[in-house]
């Protein structure tokens, strides 16, 4: 009984003063909680118009009075809806873009980071001044390129998921290019140097050896190129001109674009269901994405 209170009290006095703790722990949980309730509530409010029957942006004050699953409903078995599709289509042009930005930018970095040429430093300069200029400076030649494309290649014209996946890899091309050429500079050179004494190719190297050693980055990379094509629409906007062929950040403005009559609720329901992709996507890739960000960072 002795040693048990002798234990307690000893545990008393070595625990810090509430005002300590309170100043080096408990304020980052008041922090904390306020960060969730601010990225949960939007999703919350999407979801009470997606359920709630002709819900609009004002009328929906008392959250979930009335549930329903009309608004989902609707894009599934309406007609007029082309909304399997508009997924399909996003998931696609999403993951062509993901992976051949994966295989060019990896391309890119290995050279860069393996082979010394002439006007190695110059492009590598240029990529980075290239995406300092803001997305709208090449709206104008994008339209004016498909358009011209498409006279002569109507795969390669306006409307051509092909051609918004092309204008999607030529402008994730340098960011993410400097991005894996970091993380490919952390790779010691001896393991090339050992595999061609084995007698393998620059080739057998790349695809065997050095992708497996930068598996992060190349997770990394395919999922922010995933997300930024998954819910880009300026552009997608600007090629796209026929309803079957929408992905789904045009397909879904398309709902509330007419400020007379919007269909708030299919709007919210589309978009939580549009959530989900990458919703899985991110939590099947999150062990990548820390090591992934920050290991290229230490060595350039």
């Known amino acids: 009984m002795t040693t048990t209170t002798q234990v307690q009290t000893t545990r008393v006095l070595n625990r810090p003063p509430r005002s300590r703790w309170w100043r080096e722990v408990g304020w980052r949980h008041v922090v904390g909680v306020v960060a969730v309730i601010y990225a949960v509530f939007p999703l ?25 699953w009309r608004n989902f409903a609707y894009l599934f078995t309406n007609p007029s809806s082309y909304f399997v599709r508009w997924v399909v289509n996003t998931l696609a042009v999403g993951g062509v873009t993901a992976i051949g930005t994966v295989l060019m930018g990896g391309a890119a970095s290995y050279a860069f980071s393996r082979f010394r040429f002439k006007g190695r430093r ?3 300069t240029s990529l980075l001044v290239i995406q300092m200029f803001p997305q709208m400076l090449s709206f104008v030649a994008i339209f004016l390129l498909l358009t011209t494309l498409g006279n002569v290649f109507p795969a390669l014209g306006m409307n051509s998921l092909i051609a918004l996946i092309c204008v999607y890899l030529g402008g994730a091309l340098g960011v993410n290019t400097f991005l ?12 090339d140097e050992a595999a061609k004494i084995d007698g393998a190719t620059h080739a057998q190297i790349f695809w065997t050896i ?6 992060p980055v190349l997770a ?15 552009i997608a906007k600007l ?4 309803a079957p062929n ?17 269909h708030w609720g299919w709007f919210a329901a ?5 959530a989900i992709p990458v919703l899985v996507l991110f939590l099947f890739l999150q062990r990548y994405i820390v090591s992934g960000l920050t290991s290229g960072a230490v060595k350039g």
């Not at 999407?46 to 029957?53: K, Q, S």
């Not at 929408?246 to 919007?262: C, E, I, K, R």
């Open 44 to 68: 919350v409010f999407a979801a009470n118009i997606a359920l709630t029957p002709d819900a609009g942006i004002s009328n929906t004050a008392d959250f979930f009075t009335s549930v329903g």
């Open 122 to 124: 110059s492009t590598l």
């Open 180 to 191: 894996m050429y970091g993380f490919f500079n952390t790779v010691p050179k001896e393991i």
């Open 210 to 215: 050095i992708l497996r050693l930068v598996a």
């Open 220 to 234: 990394v990379v395919g999922l922010l190129s995933f997300i930024s094509s998954f819910s880009e629409y300026i």
């Open 239 to 242: 090629v796209l001109t026929e």
């Open 246 to 262: 929408y992905t789904l950040a045009v397909a879904l403005y398309s709902f509330v674009a007419d400020p007379q009559n919007p």
């Open 270 to 274: 589309g978009a939580l269901i549009a």
